[in-house]
Structure formats: structure tokens, C-alpha cells
């Protein structure tokens, strides 16, 4: 009964590179949700996806983010051009229903940037 | 905009002892205020689950409670343990998004031998 999986689980980009963090929900969740924690700061909302749809997008930065959730493969946060400020851990949480399902979380993808 | 307190930030007790961390939000149209561990390099744990319409729930020695109308929540942990020891956080999930926790920014627990 596999939880929801991170993959990697750190990850180390230098200045100006992409980082592509990946997240497989739950089985049986279609609902995807995608929270930062930047260093002594609580976790903030990113962004809610459905599969092949962004449903709430309110807590993404305007530029370099993106997040996508395709009808097959996990789904995708995608920072370009990454600088020290995005230095975080990104973690995932996938739930069966809307929102009001409880929200399961994935051990998150640390991401250091040199 | 919804915002989400918790108290004490850091708390150290001797193993055996009953405590309560507390948490605090501004607005009280929520779905559901849930209450998270999370151990350090680690994901989160889901410990409970408070609905709007419910009071309390018990999960073992772990007991959380919902005021709504105050914007008050308390987890009270019974008979500590040094295995007890992580990061608690609470979050709620606010009426009309349906989709994004505010979470508190914790409380930093260690039980003590």
C-alpha cells in the first residue's frame, strides 16, 4: 500500500539550472497538492492539480514555476532558472476526493541550489 | 486571510508527563483543522482529523480538540514518550478553497528520558 512517493529526495542544482520534482499520488488519488517549506518558515500552499488540469495555482510564484499532472506519469513542479531563494522542501500530498479529503503527505524533495 | 498560530514554539518535558500545544486561527469558516507530526528530513503524518461540525477526536493517547467559534484548537498528548518527540503542526483547511491547508508553523516537542 505504497503512500504518496517524492522522487529524488534531494536534489542539488546549481544557479540558473531547472529542477524537476516528481510526485506519484496515492493509488486510487487523483488530486494533487503541492506545498514549500523554505528554512524555519511553516509549509505554503503552491498549487492543486487534478489529472490534466491546474484547479488552484494561487500560491505559485508568477514566473519560473510551473506544475503540471498528466493523464499518465506522475505529476511534475518544474522550477527554471532556480536561485538561492528556491533553497526548500517541496512536498507533495495527494487525496481520493476535493479538497475537504484528508490530504496525505510525501516525505518531500529537498532542494539545495549552489 | 486566513492565519494560524501555534504555542509554544518549543517545548521540552520529562518522558511520562501530559501536555497540550495549541493552535490558533483567524477566521472560522473552516472545513477541518488536522493535526500533522513531522520528524526531521521527514514527510508529514496525518494524527487527526477534526471536522468543522465535531468537538474532538481521539486517536490512542492523542486527544485534539475544536472550538471553532474562537478559533482555538488543543492536541493533548497523554503519558509522553521520548518516541513523541518531533515537530507538531496544525493546518486549516478554510470554507470556499476546498483545496489549500494554512498551517501553523509548529511547535518543536522533545520528551526527555
Known amino acids: 500500500n505504497a503512500g504518496v512517493m517524492q522522487n529524488p529526495r534531494h536534489l542539488v542544482r546549481r544557479r540558473g539550472q531547472e529542477a524537476r520534482l516528481r510526485c506519484s499520488p496515492m493509488k486510487g488519488h487523483s488530486h494533487v497538492y503541492w506545498y514549500r517549506q523554505l528554512p524555519e518558515e511553516g509549509l505554503k500552499f503552491m498549487v492543486y492539480?487534478?489529472?490534466?488540469?491546474?484547479?488552484?495555482e494561487s500560491g505559485m510564484p508568477k514566473e519560473r514555476f510551473s506544475a503540471e499532472f498528466p493523464k499518465e506519469g506522475p505529476s511534475i513542479l518544474r522550477i527554471q532558472q532556480v536561485v538561492r531563494g528556491d533553497s526548500a522542501a517541496y512536498f507533495c500530498?495527494?487525496?481520493?476526493?476535493?479538497?475537504?479529503?484528508?490530504?496525505?503527505f510525501g516525505d518531500g524533495t529537498r532542494l539545495s541550489i549552489l | 486571510k486566513q492565519e494560524v498560530t501555534q504555542i509554544p514554539a518549543a517545548l521540552s518535558v520529562p518522558e511520562g508527563e501530559n501536555l497540550v500545544l495549541n493552535c490558533s486561527f483567524t477566521d472560522s469558516a473552516i472545513y477541518n483543522l488536522q493535526w500533522f507530526r513531522q520528524d526531521p528530513g521527514k514527510g508529514l503524518t496525518s494524527l487527526l482529523l477534526i471536522q468543522s461540525s465535531q468537538r474532538e477526536q481521539t486517536s490512542g493517547r492523542l486527544n485534539a480538540s475544536l472550538d471553532k467559534s474562537s478559533g482555538r484548537s488543543t492536541l493533548y498528548i497523554a503519558a509522553s514518550q521520548p518516541g513523541d518527540s518531533a515537530t507538531y503542526l496544525c493546518a486549516v483547511l478554510a470554507t470556499g478553497t476546498a483545496s489549500k491547508l494554512t498551517f501553523g508553523t509548529g511547535t518543536r516537542l522533545q520528551v526527555t528520558l
Open positions: 500530498a495527494s487525496s481520493p476526493g476535493q479538497g475537504f479529503s484528508p490530504q496525505h
Open positions: 492539480l487534478q489529472k490534466e488540469n491546474i484547479i488552484d
